[in-house]
Nanobody, 121 residues
């Protein structure tokens, strides 16, 4: 079993910054792509940003130029730096990881519990 634990959410004023972190734990797996998703009230969950094990990144158009994503493969951690935050960034943010289970020989997807980000004055 792989566990993902997020931290770093909170309340911030428009134009402010927040950093979200996600730590993966468990054994017998190799993490491939990691990503951040978000879900606002009444809306579907959407991809915010992703990063492969090799460091290739992808961003939703709505966050390009404002958010950066990074990972530490040795520590199995994922970070989302969010700058110039807008009220429309308000959502629950979820960490996501696609992993390869070595013994089982299977691809699996795991989610964190989510962390609330609220952008409001």
């Amino acid at each position: 079993q792989v566990q993902l634990v997020e931290s770093g959410g909170g309340l911030v004023q428009p134009g402010g910054s927040l950093r979200l972190s996600c730590a993966a734990s468990g054994s017998g797996f190799r993490i491939n792509t990691m990503a951040w998703y978000r879900q606002a009230p009444g809306k579907q969950r959407e991809l915010v940003a992703s990063i492969t094990s090799g460091g290739t990144t992808n961003f939703a158009d709505s966050v390009k130029g404002r958010f950066t994503i990074s990972r530490d493969n040795a520590k199995a951690t994922l970070t989302l730096q969010m700058n110039s935050l807008k009220p429309e960034d308000t959502a629950v943010y979820y960490c996501n990881a696609k992993v390869w289970r070595v013994v089982a020989g299977s691809d699996e997807v795991y989610w964190g519990q989510g962390t609330q980000v609220t952008v409001s004055s």
